[in-house]
């Protein structure tokens, strides 16, 4: 990947029993430990938990929790899912809210780390062709996008979980 530090926010089920929390915080911990590894900057909703354990001044409650991570949500490049998702309403309210917004979920490394391969790939074949646009070269071929790329989220097999696309053109 290019120098660019792609922001993920890892998301999941966190919400249950205090030892399945805990289990839960522990997966979205070595998800996000994963997606860091591969080059990209995470960020963990449930990390909040210590400022929460240390602010004397209310007791934290879901709202408070789901209200902070939320603005982070919004300036990601991509979400990232940790199994067990679907389980977790609040994950899915975060995917309605990606998609409103275009940004990318995914629940395979790899797949995601080829989707910002390619985008990479598009964004140097723009630059490409404005500066030949600039120069007063003209290109015969234009570049098709699916309208929805940004909608739905990339599953386990690289599927693009979101029906009927259309095409957008760039000339």
């Known amino acids: 990947m290019s120098c660019k530090k792609y922001k993920i926010y890892i998301a999941g089920k966190l919400a249950d029993s205090a030892h399945k929390y805990n289990s839960n915080k522990k997966r979205m911990y070595n998800t996000a430990i994963e997606v860091k590894n591969a080059g990209f900057s995470v960020f963990v909703p449930s990390l909040i938990d210590r400022l929460a354990e240390i602010d004397n001044t209310k007791d934290w409650g879901y709202d408070d929790y789901f209200d902070n991570s939320q603005p982070w949500l919004e300036v990601s490049d991509a979400i990232f899912l940790t199994p067990g998702w679907k389980e977790s309403k609040g994950t899915k309210k975060e995917i309605e809210t990606a998609n409103e917004l275009g940004i990318p979920v995914f629940e395979d490394l790899e797949i995601m780390k080829s989707y910002f391969k390619a985008w990479e790939r598009l964004d140097n074949a723009l630059e490409q062709y404005k500066a030949a646009k600039n120069i007063g070269e003209e290109l015969d071929k234009e570049i098709v996008l699916p309208e929805c ?14 029906e009927g696309c259309n095409n957008i053109i760039i000339n």
Request: proline residues 0%; charged residues 20%; positive net charge.
């Open 149 to 162: 790329w940004y909608k739905g989220y990339y599953d386990s097999t690289g599927a693009h979980r979101v």
